[in-house]
C-alpha cells in the first residue's frame, strides 16, 4: 500500500488574472487562488492510485497562510492529510530553495513510496521544484509523464514524454513523478466532499516545526542562488502592423506579395 | 565556494540516437558570443556510446574543447548516470557558466545538477547577457509572456535552460578544430528500467516553419479545410487555439499558446482569433505574422506584422490561390 506525497502550490487563475503592465506584475487580487491546474493531475493519479492498492495521499504546500484554502481543497478532492508551510522564513524562495523546503517536509512526513508532482507551476512556469525535490531525496524521478501504465506494490510503470519520443519506464519505489495534464481528467468535488475537508485538521509548520531536518540558511529568499535583478515589459516595437481593409481579393494579393518578398513562401506541398 | 575558481562557459550537448539536437548548436552559438565578451573558452559536454564523428560537430559550430564521456550506458538518456558523470564534470572543470537546452531531457536534467551541486537554476531563458561584473544575466519571460524577468545568480556555476529556436547558431565551419578530452565514465545503479520505446508520431508544430491557427471565428470543425489548403500553399501545418481542443475539433498537439505549445515559426498566420495573452504568449516571437480578422479591434493586430480585415471564409481561399500563383 503505497504512501503517496503530492506537493500542490496555490496559484492565480492564470486566464482570469488582470495584469498591470505599469507596475510588470499581475495583480493578485483581481482572481482567486487556485490549486496549480497541474498539480490537479497529480492528485488526481495519487488518489486512483490509492482506490487500487490503498495507502495514504498527503499534499503539502508552501506558500501564504491564504494557501490554506489550497490545502483544503486538496482535501476534498481526496486527500488525507494536508500541510502547509507557512512562515516568513519560506518567503522569497527560488526553485532551489523551494525545493529544499518541501524535501525537508517530505523528510519529516517520513514514509514516502510515490511523489507525484505536477509538470510545472502556471505561474513560475520553471518545472524544476519536482526533480530539485528528488535530487534533495536522493531518489530518482521520471518527469513529462503523461500516463501511467501500471502501479504495483512495488514499482509503477509510466509513459515519459520526450518530445518525439515516448519512454516507457519501470520505476521502483521510492519514485517522484512530475506529470503532464494528459495524464487523466480532475475529478470535481462534491459538496459532502466540500463540508468535510471544511472541518478537517490541517498541519501548519513554520521553520521551527522542520529545523530538525532543514538548515534555516537555506530557506527564503537568504537561502536562494538566484536574484531578481528587474523586470522589464515588452514592447510590440519592431513588427510592420500594415493592415489591410477593403476588397478581400486586393487585401489578399498585397499580403502575398508582401510574403513573397520576405522569401517564405515556396514551401508548398 | 570560491567564485574567482570559476571559468570558462559550459554546454551540454544533448545527442539522441547519436545525433546532436540542434539547440545544442544554438547554445554555442550565443556562448561563443558571451565568451568573446569576456575572453573565456567554450567547451561542450557530450555523453554517449561510439559518436564517432558526431563530436567534430561541435567544433564546427563553436566548442573549442570537448568533454566527452562514452559507455553504452551513456547512449539513451540515463537520468542517474548522465547527472553523475555531468556532476563530476563540472566539479573537476569548474566552469563559471552551465547551459542546457530547455527541451524536455534538459529540462529534467539540469535541476538535479543545480541541486546537486548547491547552485541557482533559470529556467527556459530566452535571451542571455553579460552584466557590469561579468555575471550572466539570465533573461526569461514571465506570467505569459507579459513580462520579462532579468536573473543573476549569486553561486557558480551559473546554470541557466535556453529555449529551442531562440538562439542563432555559428554557421557550420568545418575548418574549425579543438581539444577533445576523453572523460572516463563512472557508472552508477541507473534504478529506472527502459523497457520500451515508442515513437510518438502525430505533429510537432514547434518544429514547423509555418503555421496557419485557426480561433474561434471558425464555425465549425470542417472550416478547418481551408486552413489547411492555405498551410499545404505555404508549405506549412495548421495549428489552434484552446477553445478549439476544448470543443474536440482538433488534437492538443495543434494547440499554440500558454497551456499548449510556444512556436516561432518563419511567419505565422492567424486566423479568426482574437489574440488573448495566452494566446500571445505561445507565439509572440514567431519571425513574421499575419493576422486575418473580421474585428479591426482584435488585439492580434497589435502584434502582427500584416492583418487583413475581413471575412476569413472569404480572405482565407483567396490568399491560398494568390500564394500559389507566387510560389
Sequence with gaps: MPDIVVPIKQVPDMERVKFDTEAGRIDRSSAPGEINPFDLHALEAAIRIKEKLGGTVTTISMGPPQAESTVRDSLARGADCGILLAGREFAGADTWATSYTLACAIRKVGKYDLIICGEKTVDGDTGQVGPEIADWLDIPHVAYVSEIRDTGEKSITVVAEMEDDRLVIEAPFPVLLTVTKDLNMPRLPSFQDKMRARKAEIAKWGAADIADVADPANLGLKGSPTRLNKVVIPSEEGRKGKVFRGSSAEAAASVAEALAGLGVLGGAK | ?327
Design chain 2, 1 to 327: 565556494m570560491n567564485i574567482a575558481d570559476y571559468k570558462g562557459l559550459m554546454v551540454f550537448a544533448e545527442q539522441r540516437g547519436g545525433k546532436i539536437h540542434p539547440v545544442s548548436y544554438e547554445l554555442l552559438g550565443k556562448g561563443t558570443e558571451l565568451a568573446s565578451q569576456l575572453g573565456i573558452e567554450v567547451s561542450a559536454v557530450v555523453l554517449g556510446n561510439n559518436l564517432g564523428d558526431e563530436v567534430n560537430e561541435l567544433f564546427y559550430y563553436g566548442a573549442q574543447k570537448v568533454y566527452y564521456c562514452d559507455h553504452p550506458k551513456l547512449a539513451g538518456f540515463d537520468l542517474l548516470n548522465y547527472k553523475h558523470n555531468i556532476v563530476r564534470i563540472i566539479n573537476d572543470v569548474k566552469p563559471e557558466t552551465v547551459l542546457f537546452g530547455a527541451t524536455h531531457l534538459g529540462r529534467s536534467l539540469a535541476p538535479r545538477i543545480a541541486a546537486a551541486l548547491g547552485t541557482g537554476l533559470t529556467a527556459d531563458c530566452t535571451a542571455l547577457e553579460i552584466g557590469d561584473e561579468g555575471n550572466l544575466v539570465q533573461i526569461r519571460p514571465a506570467f505569459s509572456g507579459n513580462i520579462f524577468a532579468h536573473i543573476r545568480t549569486t553561486t557558480r556555476p551559473q546554470m541557466a535552460t535556453v529555449r529551442y529556436k531562440v538562439m542563432k547558431s555559428l554557421p557550420r565551419d568545418t575548418s574549425r578544430t579543438g581539444q577533445v578530452v576523453k572523460v572516463e565514465p563512472e557508472i552508477v545503479d541507473s534504478v529506472l528500467k527502459v523497457v520500451n520505446k515508442e515513437s510518438a508520431g502525430g505533429l510537432n508544430i514547434a518544429e514547423a516553419d509555418v503555421i496557419v491557427c485557426g480561433g474561434r471565428g471558425l464555425k465549425q470543425a470542417q472550416d478547418f479545410d481551408i486552413l489547411t489548403d492555405l498551410a499545404d500553399a505555404l508549405g506549412g501545418v495548421v495549428g489552434c487555439t484552446r477553445p478549439i481542443v476544448d470543443e474536440g475539433w482538433m488534437e492538443k498537439s495543434h494547440q499554440v499558446g500558454f497551456s499548449g505549445n510556444t512556436v516561432k515559426p518563419k511567419l505565422y498566420v492567424a486566423v479568426g482569433l482574437s489574440g488573448s495573452p495566452q494566446h500571445l504568449a505561445g507565439m509572440r516571437d514567431s519571425d513574421v505574422i499575419l493576422a486575418i480578422n473580421s474585428d479591426p479591434s482584435a488585439p492580434i493586430f497589435k502584434v502582427a506584422d500584416y492583418g487583413i480585415v475581413g471575412d476569413l471564409y472569404e480572405v482565407v481561399p483567396k490568399l491560398a490561390a494568390e500564394v500559389r500563383q507566387r510560389s
